[in-house]
């Protein structure tokens, strides 16, 4: 099997340079598919060649010449002649996906999305004319969804809210354990009680709950560290600037994160479930959080009954409610050290991508068959 994938986030092929979890996301996702399949990404955030093993990177140029510098690659290097070759990008971009359609046609290919996400997400901050305009375009990319061969998703929700009639798969975000380090959580001895959050500052996230949960903690020796980029970055700067304990590090690579979230006494993940971007995405820096080591307070975005043992669990987000827990975690080390062995247990066991890539492998070659 070969298989081609088409990214707008991936850079380079080291994942500690990576950036955003989307980056780390999609390079780990294709790391472990060469390991069953000749993978080639072709993506816009690279200026020349990579290679590592069975897995290439390369260039895409310009926008507006994608489907010839598509093909020109595909051509000038002999790639799609395995008989059995896969074609995968990433959303409902309506462009992309009618080039990839005609590619796909052209080289006999069969044609996947991958689909974490929603658009909805990332224009819900922007104007009006500019939201309208924007949903009216991917929009056309979701009806043509239903004209490629296959479709991954985390959600059942996201199927039905697509209105797809085409094959699917339900897989799950993983971790690498050889990407990633870990700890044994034992409370620091230095004074200080360090949280931190790494992600998107958007509003879904629950940014503004977390910083203002700051507020109700009065002890000056609990710490909020805030990492990566998004809508709400200057809200979170001023918040930095009127509260000494609160800070912003900016977008940062993967190995500096790293750092700063295994020095960590808690990190937070606060994803609003009731907002709409839960039928299809799910927090992939959650499950880097859980094998880290390092406990963590999260809303309930895993639907196990397990997760409120290697979690602490919130279910309202008010900032005064998040403090309540805060400050019970920090009275209960303990219990700190008993649920990070647990959750490091548990991503082991559901959550490596050795055994999600060999159900997406599955699912790419029963319907190459068809």
Sequence with gaps: ?????????????????????????????????????????????????????????????????????IEEIIVNNRLLNDGQSIIMFFGYDYLTLNILKAISRKFKAKLFSYVFDTHKAAIEHKRLLRRIAVDFY????????????????????????????????????????????????????HGTFRIVYAGTLIKYNGIKEMLGSMRYLDKRNITLTICGDGPLRDYVIECSKNDPRILYMGLLPKEKVDEIILSADLLLNLRDTRHFVNKFAFPSKLIQYLYSGIPVLSTRVIEDPRFDDIAFVVDDIHPESIAKIILYIFNNPQEQEKRSKLARQYVRENYLWRSIVNEIYDFFNEISKR
Excluded at 28 to 50: R, Y
Excluded at 52 to 62: C, D, K, V
Excluded at 139 to 164: C, H, P, Q, S, T
């Design 138 to 189: 991917f929009r056309l990319g979701m009806r043509k969804l239903n004209k490629i061969d296959g479709v991954l998703l985390f959600r059942e929700e996201a199927y039905k809210e697509l209105r797809l009639r085409i094959p699917y798969l339900l897989t799950r975000v993983g971790i690498s354990s050889s990407n990633h380090k870990c700890v044994e959580y034992k409370r620091n001895d």
């Design 1 to 69: 099997m070969e298989i081609l994938i088409v990214s707008k986030s991936i850079k380079c092929l080291d994942v500690n340079k990576a950036t955003t979890s989307s980056e780390l996301f999609e390079l780990e996702l294709s790391m472990e598919l060469s390991a069953l399949a000749k993978v080639t990404i072709l993506s816009f955030q690279v200026t020349e060649k990579q290679s590592i093993g069975n897995l290439s990177l390369y260039p895409l140029g310009r926008v507006r010449a994608t489907k010839r510098t």
